[in-house]
């Protein structure tokens, strides 16, 4: 499963999200692959902390098995290790890469 986040981000577009992605992950199977792509991401509020957590929670309940994000500039990093920690379980393999050529490589495609 692959998501894209493009622009600026504001929480309302988050909850939004949030339905469609719940009927997504209703088809997948446990042990899927989660590509999270930030290359397009403009800006993201900390208000947008506590959805961003609901939907780390929604991808950790239906099993994923790893998750790739790609975020080229380590500057943007809007604290996705720590949101991590909260929202993910333990010895999940979480990869962040600079670019989406890296995260194939991470992906084993």
Do not use: W
Not at 70 to 96: C, E, Q, R, W
Request: with cysteine; hydrophobic share 50%.
């Amino acid at each position: 499963m692959m998501v894209h986040l493009i622009g600026p981000v504001s929480p309302d577009e988050f909850a939004a999200g949030r339905e469609d992605l719940a009927a997504q992950l209703l088809g997948l199977s446990r042990g899927f692959r989660y590509l999270a792509d930030f290359t397009h991401l403009e800006s993201m509020g900390l208000e947008c902390m506590a959805e961003m957590g609901r939907v780390m929670e929604l991808i950790a309940q239906a099993g994923v098995g790893m998750v790739v994000r790609v975020i080229p500039d380590p500057s943007k990093d809007i604290g996705m290790n720590i949101l991590t920690i909260f929202h993910y379980p333990p010895g999940l393999h979480v990869a962040t890469c600079r670019n989406l050529t890296e995260a194939a490589g991470a992906l084993g495609l």
